[in-house]
């Protein structure tokens, strides 16, 4: 009989629904929480929080370029037509919600105990 023994992490679980209150609920505030976090954190000898930490806050960071970086500029360049205002928010849509999809992802596998990604190579 296989036993398994899956570390859970308070810390994984900390940062991915830090990760998701940043888009969902609260953002720039849980931002601000989760790089603090990040900072605090780097010598924790937990692997699977500090991955699952970085992992966060590098979304969070990506995130914030893309919907910001892309969104703007779509918005001022073609926010005068009907069509350019379309655009603009299926653009917002669409990558919000694929980040949200990657949290969803990231908390279930902080909450079983997993890394978020198999390559572990900036976690070790």
């Known amino acids: 009989m296989n036993t398994f023994k899956k570390q859970q992490s308070n810390l994984a679980i900390a940062a991915q ?5 940043n888009l969902l609920a609260l953002p720039g505030l849980s931002l601000l929480v989760l790089i603090g976090l990040f900072f605090k954190q780097q010598k ?5 929080g500090r991955c699952h930490l970085y992992q966060a806050t590098l979304l ?3 995130g914030l ?4 970086g892309g969104g703007l500029p779509l918005w001022l360049l073609l926010g005068d037509s009907p069509a350019g ?3 603009t928010l299926l ?6 919600t694929g980040f949200v999809l990657l949290g969803i ?5 902080a909450i079983s105990g997993q ?3 198999p390559c572990r190579k900036r976690c070790s």
């Open 17 to 21: 629904a830090l990760y998701l209150l």
């Open 44 to 48: 924790n000898p937990d692997q699977l």
């Open 60 to 62: 969070s960071l990506w």
């Open 65 to 68: 370029v893309l919907l910001i």
């Open 85 to 87: 205002i379309t655009m």
């Open 91 to 96: 653009y917002l849509i669409v990558i919000h």
């Open 105 to 109: 992802i990231g908390l279930a596998k």
């Open 115 to 117: 890394h978020f990604h």
